[in-house]
């Protein structure tokens, strides 16, 4: 593994241009030798570009769940019935705590999502037209950061972020 300023200094991008995503930052190491390295590239410029030009003031602090997901996510006859699995739950920023269930859930069931927004929002201060403006680079950040470690530790997680990487970057 490379370190990624020497990753970033080959696609001649400088390190420290790299912005912080969600509550977390980058990871400090990056695959150097596979095939989607100008895949993730495109979308590190994406998420550049986004990035600079996106308002992120008024991002709504809050309890979050920090771990979003639809096995977290209890439903019945097409409806919410409940949350679980609080243990790491705490406060942050609301819109980055429920970008996994974004990218994992939502964007194959708009249904499903109008539904738990219907819901979220009677409890929580997201103002959806925001969430929506801010929500590309917000997957983009998430999709980068997951792939910069899971390519050793998880592959299976890192080409299910590729595989949705592959339909965010080019909409």
Known sequence: MRLIDEVFKELK????NV?????HE???????KFEDRNLLKRAYDEYQRLFDKTDFTNMPFGF????????NVMIKNGKI????????S???Y???????LQRKVFCKDKALAQAFFEGYCQYSKLDMSL???????????????NCSWAYNQAKTYFDENIDFLKTLIDC
């Open 13 to 16: 991008m400088e390190a420290s």
């Open 19 to 23: 912005m912080p995503v969600g509550n």
């Open 26 to 32: 980058l990871k400090r190491h990056l695959v150097y």
């Open 64 to 71: 979050c769940h920090n771990d979003f997901d639809s096995r």
């Open 81 to 88: 019935t409940g949350i679980i699995d609080f243990e790491i």
């Open 90 to 92: 705490g406060y942050g």
């Open 94 to 100: 609301i819109e980055n705590d429920l970008i996994n």
């Open 131 to 145: 969430y929506a403006a801010r929500m590309k680079v917000n997957l983009l950040g998430d999709v980068i950061e």
